[in-house]
């Protein structure tokens, strides 16, 4: 299926905003704005988890971290419960951002709030299209991210990382998780946090 005009507008203005990111990442040998290598990389994964995957689900995949840079740690306490209200402040901030690019796209209403519930996090575990938007977020974390993160940190913490990661996600991404072909450190590690049972909510 072709992409509507509105979606190719909404989608260069999202890339548009990301592009202007100052922090830098290498992929493939080429340098990326950081959060436009992001967004790249949910709307890949959201290809193969979802090929048929609408409008609102495509735009919201893209837009996840739409400008997160502008909304830094350090601007909240360094506590667990700032960084609660980090979280909590960034899916507004993202929800608002894109919702304003979405209108400038010429998208109705209902599809503003749409994509705005699912960059708002609502209805994890309960509604299909808010699930798949995170399953796609944690599947792009452990893929992309996690190797390099990974050292950084304690392993006992990485394996909690890990497992929190894992309760968020649904069977099906769970299935592709472990399709993945993680760095052999990376993987022990994943095979550690999972040698218990995943408790579910």
């Known amino acids: 299926m072709s992409q509507s005009k509105r979606l190719q507008k909404a989608m260069a203005l999202i890339d548009a905003a990301n592009s202007q990111d100052p922090n830098r990442e290498t992929w493939q040998g080429q340098d990326w704005p950081k959060e436009l290598l992001y967004s790249l990389h949910m709307s890949e994964w ?3 988890l979802a090929p048929d995957a609408d409008e609102a689900l495509r735009l919201a995949a ?7 840079w502008q909304v830094p740690r350090d601007t909240y306490p360094k506590t667990r419960e700032g960084y609660l209200r980090w979280r909590t402040g960034l899916y507004e901030f993202h929800a608002q951002t894109a919702g304003e690019l979405l209108v400038q796209a010429g998208y109705d209403a209902d599809t503003v ?5 699912m960059l708002r996090k609502r209805g994890l575990k309960h509604e299909a299209d808010s699930q798949l938007i995170e399953d796609v977020a944690c599947l792009v974390f452990l893929e992309h991210y996690f190797a390099a993160f990974a050292p950084g940190h304690e392993p006992d913490k990485i394996v909690d990382i890990v497992r929190k990661t894992w309760k968020k996600m649904s069977d099906s991404a769970r ?8 760095p052999a450190e990376a993987l022990h ?5 999972l040698t218990a049972p995943i408790d579910t909510p």
């Open 113 to 117: 709030a749409r994509v705005g519930r």
């Open 189 to 193: 590690l994943v095979e550690q946090a």
């Open 62 to 68: 893209r837009a996840q971290h739409i400008c997160r």
């Open 175 to 182: 299935q592709a998780a472990l399709g993945l072909a993680l």
């Open 46 to 48: 959201l290809a193969r």
